[in-house]
């Protein structure tokens, strides 16, 4: 039987091939495919969550809600669920100097705000809307470089 370093190398990989593998359970060698592999691994692999969930539930007009600065920049979903549809709403951005670059903001609402406000919080704010209509959403990522807030959509 030829050792590893003998073995012919390929090029590209599919889920088919096997490679050799060193069962504990089973005390031997045996063989496991590359989709087992790629099974195996993601399982294991439990990616750092990189949205944050807010709620807010406003129950008059006028409301203001802040969001949250996330732990290490996270993006946050600020999901609202109004009690009516209401005259004006104002969401206040999390602050400049906790704001990270990349780091968005992403904001859904199940009911009507007629007047909509976006304060940056001491960032600028370029192109949120002035109004929201049922479960209409919006997207806000901050560039550090200008100190902003952009709408993505």
Do not use: C
Not at 51 to 60: E, F, G, I, R, S
Not at 138 to 148: C, Q, T
């Amino acid at each position: 039987m030829p050792t590893i370093n003998q073995l012919t190398a390929v090029d590209t990989v599919v889920a088919a091939d096997q490679v050799p593998i060193y069962s504990s359970g089973n005390g031997d060698a045996r063989k496991a495919s590359m989709t087992a592999l790629a099974e195996f691994f993601t399982d294991q692999v439990t990616p750092p969550p990189d949205t944050m969930t807010q709620y807010a539930a406003p129950n008059a007009t006028g409301y203001s809600l802040t969001v949250a600065p996330a732990v290490a920049g996270d993006s946050v979903w600020l999901l609202i669920t109004p009690t009516g549809a209401f005259a004006t709403g104002t969401i206040i951005l999390p602050a400049l100097a906790s704001a990270v670059h990349g780091q968005e903001v992403q904001v859904t609402s199940t009911l009507a705000v007629t007047t909509l406000t976006v304060d940056g919080n001491g960032a600028t704010v370029n192109g949120a809307p002035t109004t929201l209509a049922a479960n209409a959403f919006f997207r806000l990522r901050f560039d550090g470089v200008f100190n902003a807030w952009f709408r993505i959509n």
